[in-house]
């Protein structure tokens, strides 16, 4: 039991660093495209709806064929071409498209590993108990990206 949360924090540890990262670095690349503070705070928008519609597809059509490994590889995936394009670009329209592509991987995969973490935990108090423990542990990748910016 301790080995298995500790598996699943790990993964989603290294799925909610790149989350945060969207979180933390948005803003800077859409100030670079010029625009006005409310243009700015617009244009922040769509990487999120992107990653929220795909999550709720992903979310269905996983628990549909009741499989999870497949789309948390895939989700990872794409995510990690979102990283890789952001990283080989220094011009901010590709690092926007970037941002996009990394959302709509990466906040899928997270969804799908939560729910494959609490649908194997047996019992009503284990299930709680590692849902929040995978939680907690998981969100101090926020404080790693945080801290790597300063």
């Known amino acids: 039991m ?3 949360v ?10 909610l660093v790149p989350a945060y990262a969207i979180a933390f670095f ?7 495209l010029g625009f006005s503070t409310t243009a700015s705070e617009l244009l922040s928008i769509p990487p999120y709806v992107i990653g929220c ?3 709720v597809i992903v979310g269905i059509y996983s628990d549909k ?3 999870r490994g497949p ?11 979102g990283y ?3 990283y080989v670009t220094s011009k901010p329209w590709p690092g926007y498209a970037a941002a996009a592509i990394a959302a709509s991987g990466v906040y899928p995969a997270i969804a799908v590993l939560i729910a494959w973490a609490g ?3 047996g019992g009503d108090v284990k299930k709680g108990t590692v849902l929040a423990l995978i939680a907690g542990i998981s969100n101090l990748g926020g404080g790693y990206v945080a801290a790597s910016l300063s």
């Open 53 to 55: 519609t795909l999550t």
């Open 71 to 81: 789309f948390i590889v895939l989700g990872a995936s794409v995510a990690m071409i």
């Open 2 to 4: 301790v080995f298995g």
């Open 26 to 32: 948005m803003p800077t690349i859409i100030n670079d």
């Open 65 to 67: 064929i009741n499989v």
């Open 84 to 86: 890789i394009i952001a």
């Open 119 to 121: 649908g194997n935990a």
């Open 6 to 15: 500790a598996y699943i924090t790990f993964h989603i540890f290294s799925l």
